[in-house]
């Protein structure tokens, strides 16, 4: 599975990208809307440091509108994918960006014939957001498992991007129902690498080393 970064903080993405096991990055206007400079160039400089795609939304509505910004959007660099909700008009733009070879992500989907009618217009990505369908008292990892089901089926090349993760635990769920992709918050991602086993052994090898050394140091003082 590869793991995306869901943020538009330069430092974050760094810093995660030094982990060695970034494979791309995910933003939106909310993401966008909190840092400084032109949307074009917070999208670039992300791009500069991510070896892989950088899914990046348009904000219009119409499909005209959308395809116009996907175009403008994926010219800023060769890792752009273009983010498209999957609205009536959302479904036009897929399809004419998928004639065009535009890479799209389709964003906010929350049910199999969503994804289907996404995979069918030509989507790179599709992006179900699970915990915000858990939060509404639905099994958000269940959509995951039947959308690969049905690309299995009929053989859509589109991977599946787990979205709205929110714990370590949503992650290997992920894993488990076969998702190709899952993009984290920053505090998801550190929180994979963190256990208290691990934390205890370190502490305790450190300590054992750090005796050992002074006794070692009274050796040579006597």
């Keep these: 599975m590869k793991f995306f970064i869901d943020t538009a903080d330069l430092d974050e993405i760094r810093e995660a990208n030094a982990m060695g096991v970034l494979d791309g990055v995910t933003t939106n206007p909310t993401h966008v809307s909190k840092e ?3 949307f074009e160039d917070i999208i670039l400089r992300i791009c500069e440091i991510v070896d892989g795609p950088v899914s990046a939304e348009v904000v219009g509505t119409e499909w005209q ?3 116009e910004e996907a175009r403008h959007i994926s010219s800023i660099h060769e890792h752009v994918v273009v983010k498209i909700p999957i ?3 959302g479904l036009k733009a897929i399809k004419a960006c998928s004639e065009e070879g535009i890479r799209t992500n389709v964003t906010l989907c929350f049910s199999p014939n969503q994804a289907l009618l996404a995979a069918k217009a030509g989507a790179s990505y599709i992006s179900p957001f699970l915990g915000r369908l858990d939060d509404i008292g639905h099994v958000g990892m269940d959509l995951v498992r039947t959308i690969q ?3 299995g089926n009929y053989g859509f090349h589109t991977q599946v991007l787990a ?5 370590p635990l949503h992650v290997v769920e992920a894993a488990l ?3 190709d992709v899952a993009t984290l918050p920053p505090d998801v991602l550190k929180k994979l690498l963190t256990h208290p086993l691990t934390n205890a052994g370190l502490e305790r090898f450190l300590n054992d080393w750090n ?3 002074e006794k070692q140091e009274e050796g040579v003082m006597v």
């Design 36 to 38: 400084e400079g032109t």
């Design 65 to 67: 509108v959308m395809v």
């Design 87 to 89: 609205t009536p008009d």
């Design 149 to 151: 089901k049905i690309y």
């Design 163 to 167: 979205a709205s993760l929110r714990s």
């Design 177 to 179: 129902a076969g998702a």
């Design 211 to 213: 005796a050992w050394k």
